[in-house]
Nanobody, 126 residues
Framework: VQLQASGGGLVQAGGSLRLSCTAS????????MGWFRQAPGKEREFVIV????????RYADSVKGRFTISRDNTGNTVYLQMNSLKPEDTAVYYC????????????????????WGQGTLVTVSS
């Protein structure tokens, strides 16, 4: 599976940004697609994930109510819509994929994802 992320950039606090991640090399509809982020000097952390069936989503508490994830299974693309951005959302954002759904602890664990995009930088200015 190959993942290509895009859409990062500089935005003011309170603004919005949408990231995209296009997958190839596997039946997209069967992939569990997630987003993680890594701020400078910090470990990579879970942001959000959506199941291959499309219906089930899990969020990190820090983004609940502000970020949403959607899938275009025809276009093999997953989107991360980020609203009400805060300076603490500044990070490199990575899309990731795994083949199976799982319990929350599994879905939040970077080691449980076998496929990663290259990362796209999001900078939120205050």
């Amino acid at each position: 599976v190959q993942l290509q992320a895009s859409g990062g950039g500089l935005v003011q606090a309170g603004g919005s940004l949408r990231l995209s991640c296009t997958a190839s090399g596997h039946t997209f509809g069967s992939l569990v697609m997630g987003w993680f982020r890594q701020a400078p000097g910090k470990e990579r952390e879970f942001v959000i994930v959506r199941g291959g069936s499309g219906a089930t989503t899990r969020y990190a508490d820090s983004v609940k109510g502000r970020f949403t994830i959607s899938r275009d299974n025809t276009g093999n693309t997953v989107y991360l819509q980020m609203n009400s951005l805060k300076p603490e959302d500044t990070a490199v954002y990575y899309c990731a994929a795994r083949l199976n759904w799982g319990i929350p602890a599994v879905l939040r664990d970077t080691a449980q994802y076998g496929y990663w995009g290259q990362g796209t930088l999001v900078t939120v200015s205050s």
